[in-house]
């Protein structure tokens, strides 16, 4: 009985709230000196959208008080479009615009805003003389890029498992990729899909014993399926093109399949995607450069320069792993054995190698006792950290500062490479004259 009052008292509760609720919105209490209200119902009035070019933007619904009384206006940019209870926004063009909605009375005035993001339906790359691309990791954010200096953008968020398929869920969140390309395309810069099996983490390579790509690849039809995934979705978003990572090399028996496979892979999204697509290739130097088929069919590789392997591991050295000579070395290998130089982009780390053990030689002390930290964590650890290349914290952090990009970026420019990219921008500094990405594009152009 007790339970049944007690249904019935929140019953008779709910309803004089839904009846409270209902009068405040449809004539509500107004005095003077009151300012004037906006209601609204459920999500009648967004504060952001994401648009292509000619969709539209729906503010509809919105009730006013004192109903019948206020002066509405509606501005895009500061103009002043209309002075109606609703508004549809139609683009024409791309860009990001302000949508201000302003209800006056007795000369007092509320406001509401909403940014629209518009994706533009054709744009013109902007001119440059060498690449700069910026990787944007998969849990990275669009506000990470510096448009200013970035030619291209590659957003690491296509996951390529073993069956073949493409699973592109970390760019729809919140509309990542969407907006990426909105702002990319605004500043005339080309975004590119990434995409890769499962890397290790934050240096973004070869898990160990990784096989999704490989066994997705060596497959032909699961090969041919996967290019038609890419195809649609590069059409779906407007972007420019496809970068891709396959590091299923490193402990998989079938690595010397997946290298021909890969060569296969990239002919064929080559003939299935429409002219002027970007293909771009992730490769190593390693023992295994050897085995890489002919690449000519990309527009250029990405050769990962950076982590020399011999400074992890039980006994290892503490030191330098992305040093200027390994990365020269690196550039050479690719330049001297596989492609002209105006077809290699190469890497830079945007993380430091930082070592929480040692044995009793000073040395690395196992598999497990080094990791890996963003080059802004570095900088949280030492403000001054853009200046150097190693930080006295824990066991040692070694890392690429400022004055070895500038060097790293004095060679490339020097020795007629194509251009450079970084892994990656969301590990980077937004601060100017600590950002590495800055340094790079400075000693590019």
């Excluded at 619904?61 to 002066?71: D, H, I, R, W, Y």
């Excluded at 302000?98 to 790359?125: F, Q």
């Excluded at 200013?148 to 760019?171: C, E, F, K, P």
């Excluded at 790293?408 to 601060?431: C, H, Q």
Aim: proline share 4%; net charge neutral; hydrophobic share 40%.
């Amino acid at each position: 009985m007790l339970q049944i009052k007690r249904v019935i008292y929140f019953l008779f509760a709910s309803l004089i709230v839904l009846a409270a609720c209902k009068k405040n919105i449809s004539d509500p209490e107004f005095k003077d000196g009151d300012s004037p209200r906006i209601f609204q119902l459920g999500d009648n009035f967004r504060t952001s959208y994401i648009l292509n070019q000619g969709d539209t933007a729906h503010y509809t619904g919105l009730l006013f008080s004192p109903a019948g009384k206020v002066k509405i206006s509606w501005k895009v940019n500061d103009v002043v479009i209309s002075t109606d209870t609703v508004f549809h926004f139609v683009p024409t063009t791309g860009g990001e615009f302000k949508i201000v909605l302003e209800a006056s009375y007795n000369g007092l005035t509320t406001i509401r805003t909403s940014t629209v993001l518009v994706k533009p339906s054709t744009y013109t790359p902007a001119p440059y003389t060498r690449v700069v691309m910026a990787y944007l990791s998969e849990t990275g954010l669009p506000s990470a890029v510096n448009w200013d200096y970035v030619t291209h953008v590659a957003y690491q968020s296509g996951r390529v498992s073993s069956d073949g398929n493409l699973d592109i869920t970390a760019g729809e969140v919140n509309q990542k990729m969407d907006e990426l390309v909105a702002r990319g395309h605004i500043k005339g810069k080309p975004v590119l899909l990434s995409i890769a099996g499962r890397l290790s983490g934050i240096d973004g390579w070869a898990l160990y014993a990784s096989t999704d790509f490989g066994d997705a690849i060596r497959d032909v039809s699961k090969r041919d399926g996967l290019v038609t995934k890419i195809k649609s979705y590069l059409t779906q978003k407007k972007l420019d093109g496809v970068d891709i990572i396959m590091t299923d090399i490193n402990g998989d028996p079938n690595y010397s399949a997946n290298l021909i496979a890969l060569g296969s892979f990239v002919n064929e999204l080559r003939a299935a995607l429409p002219t002027g697509a970007l293909i771009t290739c992730a490769v190593t130097v390693g023992w295994q450069h050897w085995e890489y088929p002919n690449l000519s069919n990309a527009d250029w590789v990405n050769v990962h320069a950076f982590e020399d392997g011999i400074h992890v591991g039980p006994g290892a050295p503490r030191g330098q792993a992305s040093s200027f000579d390994f990365m020269k070395s690196g550039a050479d290998i690719w330049k001297n054995f596989h492609l002209s130089a105006n077809k290699i982009v190469i890497g830079m780390p945007a993380f430091g190698l930082r070592y929480n053990a040692v044995d009793a030689s000073g040395n690395n002390l196992s598999w497990g006792s080094y990791d890996y930290v963003s080059y802004l964590g570095i900088l949280a650890v030492d403000p001054t950290a853009d200046q150097k290349e190693f930080v006295n914290s824990a066991q040692g952090i070694y890392y690429n500062g400022v004055p070895l990009i500038a060097q790293k970026a004095a060679y490339i420019k020097a020795s007629g490479f194509k251009g450079a990219y970084l892994w990656t921008v969301d590990y980077d500094s937004p601060v100017g004259g600590k950002s590495l990405l800055q340094a790079l594009y400075n000693g590019l152009k």
